[in-house]
């Protein structure tokens, strides 16, 4: 039976662009808007997330527009992504109010390195990001354990993954949350947190889901095909794309 023409266009258009009919695309929300230190590896972080929801079928959009932190607007979000954003005043009231309550109503939450280094008054977003950035030595080569090999984050990597960047020690950490990776302060300068000094987790969170890793400083973790699984894994986890749960 042959279709009529309009008919098989359309279909061809929808395979060519890898979309199923009656069921849309996830959609993710990069914010990297800054108020205090700004990272210039955050345009190679905007290019490499766009890479990878072309890669892999969601769709991404990106701003540094705090106003568009409204009820109405992120529920066209299945996950809101910090690319290294700084500063405690990078959200309204009014706007930390409609992100809690995305949150709240199952939205997905992944945090860059720099996620940790703001909004730091904030309770509820310490807990939701897992901590908060205390202070930092040079950028240097650390060794990596892999916590847990069964996420999406860190099943691709080997055992110790042995990886340069700007090594973040924290305060206020959320003791609940599951730990991916664990930074060995024995391989570098600079650690303060001790044997256990968790650098990426993952948690469910006051309805949501959240993902965080601390890696994300350099230029070059964005070009990383590690770092960038891991990433990926992180965001599928917190946008629940891929999965039936």
Known sequence: MRLP??????????ILAGFTFGKKPARVLVFFKTKGFYHKNIPAGITAIQRLGQENGFLVDTTTNSALFTTANLRNYHAVIFLNPTGDTILTESEKSAFKKYI????????????????????WYGKLVGGF???????????????????????????????TD???????????????????ESSYKGGE???????????????????????GHTVEDFSDEKFLKHLLGGIQYAAKIGRKD
């Open 5 to 14: 023409g309009i008919i098989a266009v359309v279909l061809a258009v929808g």
């Open 104 to 123: 709240q109503q199952g939205g997905g939450f992944v945090g860059i390195h720099a996620a940790t280094d703001c909004l730091f008054h904030w309770e």
């Open 133 to 163: 950035f205390k202070n930092h030595p040079k950028v240097q080569t650390a060794d990596l354990t892999v916590v847990d090999r069964t996420h999406p984050a860190t099943r691709h990597l080997p055992a110790i993954w042995t990886h």
């Open 166 to 184: 700007e090594w973040y020690n924290f305060r206020s950490l959320n003791p609940d949350v599951n730990v991916l990776l664990n930074l060995e």
């Open 193 to 215: 947190n001790g044997p256990k000094h968790p650098i990426a987790w993952y948690h469910s969170f006051d309805g949501g889901r959240a993902f965080y890793t601390g890696l």
